[in-house]
Every structure is written in structure tokens, then in C-alpha cells.
């Protein structure tokens, strides 16, 4: 594959919001990896723009890409006639993927003294729950991409939680991904923590070691707003307190996610390591595109808006915030506010937790089955490559 020359970024000498964001403090990072979008120079000049400092990917976007396009055709067609399977044969594009979008972002990782610059590969979801194969497998990535600006994304699974620390110890860059509770937020960064300090206790560097905590978003709405508006339908004694909490409960939640890192990261609790160089594990802002069309398109973007954040945005919801953004730190404002949110659900016989314990389950089933899908995919996109002459 042939990529544009990278060069430095220079940011766009007309202003806009996704530029503000980065002066506040927050990360914007493109939701999206296509190879049209590395090939064609599309993804350097969002780059060199400003409008994105990183890039995530999940099987559901390679499965999109792969299927929507016919850029992966010649390399379909060689690989499956190399003998390659399914899955070797998307691991292979996945991996040339990420590696080029690695040396498109690592001006960037440079810039920044290693802060941002980012691009993100998953494990296979089937190993969510075997901490031994994922930590294998991230292991395997980190080797074969062999770029520092790469994250491997781990899932925020119990046995994720022991892959995690271990592979921060090994000084491997983890997004941890799947998290929707406040409790599974403390334990991704106490494994977080545990793993540098096992790093420096073993006498490894931990300046160049870096993570981000991905927090999804618009889905808690989605699934808090259906209980709410089944109540609503059955006569609840206080529809007005119900309507009110409509669409709060995600960002009430995240807020109270950021409070929590602030406090997991301050100079007392953190000090020690920071000493040593250790950075922050940022919390990434995932899923924040609008479910709910009555909502506004930025409605999360805008919400989340915070120093030492991520907010990883698919295409359409990048370029609504870049046109009529309104960048303003606001997830540090009204944090009563927001456990009155929760405050308010418990009283309308909400279990919020019970909730975030489904939406991680069903996450993680989600993610196996689109990755299900994408092997389809691939396959049958083999086979048509393959067979024309």
C-alpha cells in the first residue's frame, strides 16, 4: 500500500472548533479507517488541518470499509491466493492499516512529547473473557505494528483487567474499551496504575507508556431513555421529573467518570509515579454520536468538553462539531447536578447499574458478532476478488 508522504501538521490558518478543542485541553480523534482514506491523502489533510490528534478502529468499521469499497480488492485477491483464512486475511489488512496510519499520526506523537497521536487496533473480541490469549495477542500487535503511537484496544472485561495491568507492566499503549460503570472505570485505572507500578518496580521506563480509559456515552441514554419513556406510557405518578431526565443520564455518568480520574490522578495519588514520568490515563469519550435524533447532532461532543480527555468521533458527528461546534470545558460544571441524575433514576425505579452491567455483556456480544460478520465479509470479498480474471 502507498501512502502520501507525511508531513507536519500545520494546523489551518481559519479557525474552528475542533482546533479549539485541542486548546482546552481535549483530544479530537477520527471513529473511522478506511485505506481510501490513507491512500488518497484524505486522512494526512485532516491531520495537517487540525481537525483530528488520533484515530480508533472495531471490526464494525473494517467490516464497513472492506464491504463499501473496492480498495482492499488487490490485496483481498493476494492474500487469499497466499492460502490465508478469514481472519489472516484480515489481520493482514488490518495491521498494514494501522501501520500507515501510525506514520501519518507520529508527527503529531512527536509534537506532543509522546501525549497524542494515537491510532488504535483491537483485539479479537472472541478472547474477551481469557486473559491469557488477549494478552498474547496484544502482545502479538504491539510487535508486529512496531510503532510507538500504537494503541492496542483491550476490553474492559474482568479477565481485561488482568490483561490490562500486565500488558502496562510489559510497556505496551492500551485503550481499554467497553467501559459504561463508574465501578469498571475505577478498576481499568487501578490496573492501569498497578501495571506502571509493576513497570517500575522492575526497573522499566514509564514516561514513553501511555492509555486511554474509553467511557461510552450516547448508549446509556438509549437504554435509560426507553425505561423512562415505558413508565411515561404506564401513567408514572410524576411524568414531569421523568421527562426531565431524559438524555441526562450518560452525561451525568460521565462527569462523574472525569471526577473520579481527577481524584484517581491527583498529586497524592499520583505523584510518586508521575515522578518517575508516568502519564495520566486520559478518559476517551466513545459513542458519542446522537442515538436520539430530537437531540442535538454535538449534543455529547459538547457536553464532555474537558482538559485531559478524548472524544473519538465518527465522521458525521466530526464534521457537524467542526462546523457549528461551540468548544467550552463543561464536564467539571454541576457535579451535584449529576448525582441528582442518578439520584433521580434510583427514584423512578431505574436500576442504572443493572443496566451498565447489561450494555458491557452486550457490548462485548456485539463486537464478536461484528467481527463475525466482517470474517463473512472478507471471504466472500476474497472469493469475488479472487475469481475475476
Not at 17 to 36: K, T
Not at 102 to 113: C, E, I, K, S
Not at 205 to 222: E, I, Q, T
Request: no cysteine; aromatic share 6%; net charge negative.
Amino acid at each position: 500500500m502507498t501512502v502520501p508522504h507525511t508531513l507536519e501538521p500545520k494546523p489551518d490558518t481559519r479557525d474552528h472548533p475542533l482546533l479549539a478543542l485541542q486548546r482546552l485541553g481535549q483530544s479530537p480523534w477520527h471513529d473511522n479507517i478506511r485505506r481510501d482514506l490513507l491512500t488518497s491523502g484524505a486522512l494526512q489533510r485532516m491531520i495537517a488541518d487540525g481537525e483530528i490528534t488520533g484515530l480508533t478502529s472495531n471490526p464494525t468499521i473494517f467490516e464497513q470499509a472492506i464491504a463499501g469499497s473496492d480498495a482492499y480488492d488487490e490485496a483481498l485477491a493476494r492474500l487469499a491466493g497466499d492460502g490465508r483464512d478469514a481472519a489472516e486475511i484480515f489481520d493482514a489488512l488490518a495491521i498494514d492499516d494501522l501501520r500507515a496510519a501510525a506514520d501519518l499520526f507520529l508527527p503529531v506523537y512527536h509534537r506532543t512529547g509522546g501525549g497524542d497521536g494515537y491510532v488504535s487496533i483491537e483485539v479479537a473480541p472472541d478472547l474477551a473473557h481469557d486473559a491469557e490469549r488477549t494478552l498474547s495477542e496484544a502482545r502479538r500487535l504491539w510487535r508486529t505494528i512496531d510503532r510507538p503511537n500504537l494503541m492496542v484496544k483491550i476490553p474492559a472485561t474482568l479477565a481485561g483487567l488482568t490483561a490490562i495491568e500486565a500488558a502496562i507492566a510489559d510497556g505496551i499503549n492500551v485503550n481499554v474499551t467497553l467501559i459504561f460503570s463508574l465501578v469498571r472505570h475505577r478498576q481499568v485505572m487501578e490496573a492501569y496504575v498497578a501495571g506502571l507500578r509493576r513497570r517500575v518496580a522492575a526497573g522499566g521506563d514509564v514516561a514513553n507508556v501511555a492509555s486511554v480509559a474509553s467511557f461510552f456515552v450516547s448508549r446509556v441514554d438509549v437504554a435509560v431513555d426507553a425505561l423512562l419513556d415505558e413508565r411515561l406510557a404506564k401513567g408514572w405518578h410524576d411524568p414531569a421529573a421523568l421527562r426531565a431526565l431524559r438524555g441526562q443520564a450518560a452525561i451525568a455518568n460521565a462527569k462523574l467518570a472525569y471526577a473520579a480520574f481527577r481524584e484517581t490522578f491527583s498529586e497524592a495519588a499520583f505523584g510518586d509515579l508521575a515522578a518517575h514520568g508516568a502519564r495520566v490515563q486520559r478518559p476517551l469519550w466513545a459513542s458519542t454520536s446522537v442515538k436520539d435524533p430530537s437531540y442535538p447532532d454535538v449534543y455529547y461532543v459538547e457536553a464532555l468538553v474537558g482538559p485531559d480527555t478524548v472524544d473519538t468521533m465518527p465522521p458525521a458527528t466530526l464534521a457537524a462539531y467542526r462546523d457549528h461546534g461551540a468548544p467550552e470545558v463543561r464536564i467539571d460544571r454541576d457535579v451535584e447536578g449529576a448525582l441528582a441524575v442518578l439520584e433521580g433514576l434510583r427514584r423512578a425505579d431505574i436500576d442504572l447499574d443493572g443496566i451498565l452491567e447489561r450494555l458491557e455483556a452486550a457490548g462485548v456480544a456485539s463486537f464478536i458478532a461484528s467481527y463475525e460478520t466482517l470474517l463473512d465479509v472478507v471471504r466472500e470479498r476474497a472469493a469475488a476478488a479472487t475469481a475475476r480474471p
